[in-house]
């Protein structure tokens, strides 16, 4: 049974880990490029419009491990960006790659290397930040206090961060290399990947090429309606957890029984139509089967947030499939102190930053399902979402935007980034838009048979060699960190099939084939005039 993964996954799985994926090599192999400037002689002030940035510490660090040696930046950008940059004393070969944060944010995950495959390795400036605000301890990524009344620190969480961090790093980059980066990248998760859809939609100059992960585009309704959906469906009336972890091996077992091969192979259900009435205890409650009431939620668990009219107040609910990433995002277990990560969000969001300032607030026990109370929350939640469909600025620079999600997420629900992209893209791949949909996968990693997928390889690749991606390789790691499975996964809609050969736990075992029907993910919901909100932009 996972545990304490959902924070690793908000937090550290929007960075580079342990298990990052190498870029494949591209046509940027030319020898790396010196520094002209001393380190130490970066910590000065920078000019920028917009965007005045201060570097309060800069020393060459040396190499450790697979890290090279790098000149460690940190600094802020006005009033209160901070960030942390790494620019490579003596591999660097001209890309920057900055990356996404998750949760609300509220602190700087050091960076990590990316190794391009180049002789030298190193070749990557990367940078991240906290996006304008520091959270509270322990409780960081999903507390929002700090912007209950303050609304520069909305501001930058909202959507100037991460512009105004690629701008000053690249002016940093400048200025200790003589040139700016020749190619930059951004890849994130969570609320990374909305960060990444917001720079392809509101800052399309920014970067060559973006990963957004199991993005939360939707953000308004994702935080005020869905992640409440969750907390209050499964809350009885003295607080306790009505569906509890102890009955989740039961149920993924019988969803797994009932549906898990419909496509023809055990990899995780993707067309299941599994009631859970079927689980319903005959006699006493045991962890084998469901009481009525752990019925009727794990039925609201499996639906979409809606009013009293049956509207939709969010474009989807949990898949079939995912029911052990449950525990401690829907479910209160000992390593989060007992109190679900969705209840948590939703709190804060609805306490402290789903409203205007000084407007009335919420909180999850009261929330109002109605077409009102999302009304009500919209003028603040179209300045955090990434839901526009106008990037054309973007595919006209050349940019290249690679969406990715996990069919068993626990966080997100994939159908809104289903709906996104066929709104987008009207369900096609284009030859600047491609989507990943991971098997087993849970929100940004982790899962029951797949644990980890990284396109940043193939999006590099696509950039610098025209080289568009129809397949990137998941991998399953078991505790030890063991693979124990790859699988390709093909351009959506296309979809792996074993060729009959060979262990099924191999990716090259598998061929694409296409849907059997074209796929119709469009959902019409409450959010269907969001789409063409803009967002706010900082200059």
């Known amino acids: 049974m996972r545990t304490v993964r959902i924070f690793t996954a908000v937090v550290t799985l929007t960075l580079a880990t342990a298990g990052f994926t190498p870029v494949a090599a591209t046509a940027a192999t030319e020898s790396p490029v010196r520094p002209i400037t001393a380190c130490g002689d970066l910590v000065r002030g920078f000019a ?37 940059l790494r620019l490579p004393t003596r591999t660097y070969a ?20 990316a190794d391009c495959d180049l002789p030298h390795g190193g070749d990557v400036a990367v940078a991240a930040t906290d996006d304008g605000h520091v959270g509270t301890t322990p409780a960081v990524v999903d507390d929002g206090s700090w912007g209950a009344n303050d ?7 909202e959507f100037r961060a991460p512009h105004v961090v690629a701008r000053a790093s690249k002016a940093i980059i400048q200025a200790f290399y003589g040139s700016p980066p020749k190619k930059s990248y951004f890849t994130g998760c969570s609320d990374g990947g909305r960060e990444g859809l917001q720079l392809a939609q509101r ?88 009481t009525r009431a752990q019925v009727t939620a794990t039925r609201k668990l499996y639906s979409p947030p809606t009013d009293a009219h049956g509207t939709l107040l969010y474009p989807g609910g949990q898949l079939r499939g995912s029911e052990l990433s449950w525990a401690g995002w829907i479910i209160g277990v000992p390593e989060t102190g007992g109190v679900a990560f969705a ?40 300045r955090y979402n990434a839901m526009s469909l106008d990037l054309s600025a973007f595919q006209r620079r050349g940019g290249k935007l690679v969406l990715w999600h ?15 992209y066929q709104r987008l893209t009207h369900g096609r791949p284009q030859d600047w838009a491609r989507l990943f949909m991971v098997p087993s996968l849970y929100h940004c990693g982790g899962g029951t048979t797949l644990t980890e997928f990284d396109p940043l390889r193939e999006l590099v690749a696509w950039v610098e060699r025209g080289t568009a991606p129809t397949k990137v390789t998941a991998t399953g790691r078991d505790a030890t960190g063991a693979v124990t499975r790859t699988r390709p996964v093909f351009t959506y809609p296309q979809r792996a099939v074993y060729d009959g050969t060979g262990s099924v736990d191999d990716a090259a075992n598998f061929r694409p084939a296409p849907p059997s029907s074209p796929p119709h993910d469009v959902v019409g919901w409450a959010g269907d005039r969001l789409y063409a909100i803009p967002g706010p932009v900082a200059r």
């Open 406 to 420: 996990g069919w068993a997420d626990e966080a997100i629900p994939p159908a809104g980034t289903l709906d996104y």
């Open 94 to 113: 001209g890309r920057y790659l900055q990356y996404g944060c998750g949760g609300f944010c509220g602190l700087i995950t050091p960076p990590a290397f």
């Open 203 to 290: 800052y399309p100059a920014d970067f060559d090429g973006i990963v957004a992960g199991a993005p939360a585009g939707y953000w308004g309704p994702l935080l005020g309606e869905y992640q409440t959906w969750l907390a209050r469906v499964n809350t009885a009336a003295d607080g306790s957890p009505i569906l509890t972890a102890a009955k989740l091996p039961a149920l993924h077992d019988a969803v797994l029984a009932a549906c898990d091969r419909l496509d023809g192979l055990a990899d995780g259900p993707r067309a299941c139509r599994f009631d859970p009435a079927k689980l319903t205890c005959a006699g006493a409650d045991t962890p084998a089967c469901l």
């Open 151 to 157: 609304q520069a620190a909305r501001n930058d969480f």
């Open 48 to 84: 920028l419009p917009g965007a005045t940035t201060h570097v309060t510490s800069a020393a060459v660090v040396a190499a450790t491990g697979t890290d090279p040696e790098y000149c460690g930046v940190r600094g802020y950008v006005e009033p209160a960006v901070r960030f942390e």
């Open 343 to 382: 209840r948590s969000l939703a709190d804060n969001y609805l306490k402290y930053l789903g409203y205007p300032i000084g407007a009335p607030a919420s909180k999850v026990d009261d929330f109002a399902f109605t077409r009102r109370e999302f009304d009500r929350l919209t003028p603040v939640g179209v």
